[in-house]
Structures are given as structure tokens and as C-alpha cells.
């Protein structure tokens, strides 16, 4: 596929059909949001070390993390191909999302809801992973999310109405997918909410060939609200829930499944409009 893209370590760059193909993907995930009442939202690709803390992820995701450091000054020449030692960086005060929808969260930082509030937005997410496949796992990729934010049965609602939504909208594209319960690391492995998330998933994924996760239902209780002192009307502590998709990763099953390209973008085109 070096003539649609090119990938080295985990980075890849799309050419010109794979872009208009991401586009087409990302214009039927912006009419759900639409749809649903959700507001548009841009947030940056770094998220404060101290936020970043106070929602426990370097406790729940150390092994993801990747962080941002300024170069200690005086600048010394760096040899080709080789990694900046730590002596040479400053003290991190950064780091780089791993989901979009955690800026969303901590957007509504002490927010009091009144009702139900649907957001979107896109992100360009980096991830440390073990190893990295092509558009199958990347080290800097593309995440569409489409987040509710309100009471336990609204954000429950939200996330059953996208289940099928995403289901039908594979299978027009010539994709089967397998709506398979996942593990969610918000949820201390050992305490009660542990136990609950075994009797009620909390992360559904959608699954292509059996291997290849492209989407998520996550529904993350009110852990969000207590971390981020979001309130409901009475009080209490929001719930959270987002619908995610990856993008490189359903253009990753469509080439996977299809191999004409001006066939898929023909198939995308027609099914998202």
C-alpha cells in the first residue's frame, strides 16, 4: 500500500485518496453527532501535567504516556538518528493526549449540567504502544469521539443508540463487525467497581476480523464527574459516556477488505451520504 501511504515507526502520512477517504469516514461520524445535538469542539494536543494527574492516569495508563519536554539550553548538536538523553530535557509540564474526549472532560471542570450536553470532537491522539502495525496501530493517530455528559440513563441511551448505528453503517461498507465486551482501566482492578464492571461492560469494541478493534461504546460511570466536579442538577456527579472511532484503523479494515481504492471511496461516498 506504499502508494497510499507511507508508515515508519508508528507515524504514517496518507496520499491524497486516503485522505479524501478519512474525510468521507469522519463526515458520517459529524452527521451522528449532529444529530444527537452535539456542540463541535477543538481542544490542543497537549493536556497539563497536573490535569492529566487529577483524572489518575498515570496511574491507570503509565505504560500509554508520552509527555512533552523543553531542551535544556545551551542546544548541543544531536547525532543522526539518535534519541535525546533525559539529562538533556527540562521538567515535563505536558503531555500528549492518548484519548480526545479527556479534554472534554476536564473543559467542564465544575460545570453544573442541567440536562444531558453532547460534544464532539477530533483529535490527533499518540499512544506509547509495544509495538506498532501499519495503520492497525500507530504511534500518532486520528480519534473521532462523540461524548455525553449528564444523568446515568441519558449517557446509557446515548451509547445504545450508536451500537447499531455503527454495526449497519460497517455493513454497508462491506464490513462485518463483532460487538465484543472490553476491559476498562478507569476502574481500580481489585475494588467494587471492579466487580461492577464484570457484572455491567463498560467498554464495548467494535472488532473487524476478529482482531482489529475500529470503535468503542465507553461508558465510564461517574468517574469523571467526581474527578472534574461535574454536577447534575441535583447535586450529584455526572456520568460519561463516548462513542470512539479510530480512523486510521476502519481505513485499515477497508483496505484490508476491498482492494480497490476508487471502489472503497465509492462505497464510503454512498453509504455516508
Not at 463541535?40 to 503509565?62: C, E, K, Q
Not at 441511551?157 to 465484543?180: M, N, T
Amino acid at each position: 500500500m506504499s502508494d497510499l501511504y507511507t508508515e515508519r515507526g508508528g507515524l504514517v502520512a496518507l496520499g491524497p485518496e486516503l485522505v479524501r477517504l478519512m474525510d468521507l469516514l469522519d463526515e458520517r461520524f459529524r452527521g451522528w453527532a449532529e444529530e444527537c445535538g452535539a456542540t463541535p469542539m477543538l481542544f490542543p494536543a497537549v493536556i497539563g501535567t497536573a490535569d492529566l494527574a487529577s483524572i489518575d492516569y498515570f496511574d491507570n495508563f503509565p505504560q500509554l504516556a508520552l509527555m512533552t519536554a523543553p531542551l535544556k539550553l545551551p542546544a548541543q548538536k544531536v547525532e543522526d538518528g539518535a534519541a535525546l538523553p533525559p539529562e538533556r530535557l527540562g521538567a515535563s509540564a505536558y503531555g500528549l493526549a492518548s484519548a480526545a474526549c479527556y479534554n472534554v472532560y476536564l473543559h467542564h471542570r465544575s460545570a453544573t449540567l442541567a440536562g444531558p450536553r453532547h460534544v464532539t470532537t477530533v483529535a490527533k491522539c499518540f499512544r506509547n504502544e509495544d509495538h506498532y502495525d501499519g495503520l492497525r496501530r500507530l504511534h500518532g493517530f486520528t480519534m473521532r469521539e462523540i461524548v455525553c455528559l449528564g444523568p446515568r440513563e441519558a449517557v446509557l441511551a446515548h451509547l445504545a443508540a450508536f451500537r447499531p448505528k455503527v454495526v449497519e453503517f460497517a455493513a454497508r461498507l462491506g464490513l462485518e463487525l463483532a460487538v465484543q465486551p472490553a476491559s476498562d482501566p478507569f476502574f481500580e482492578k481489585g475494588g467494587g467497581r471492579a466487580l461492577l464492571a464484570q457484572l455491567f461492560p463498560v467498554k464495548e469494541e467494535f472488532v473487524h476480523g476478529g482482531d482489529l478493534a475500529i470503535g468503542s461504546l465507553n461508558f465510564h460511570r461517574n468517574f469523571f464527574g467526581e474527578r472534574c466536579g461535574i454536577s447534575l442538577a441535583d447535586g450529584g456527579p455526572a456520568f460519561t459516556g463516548c462513542v470512539a472511532f479510530g480512523l486510521e484503523r476502519w481505513i485499515a479494515a477497508l483496505l484490508e477488505t476491498h482492494a480497490n481504492i476508487d471502489d472503497i471511496l465509492e462505497r464510503v461516498a454512498g453509504a455516508a451520504s
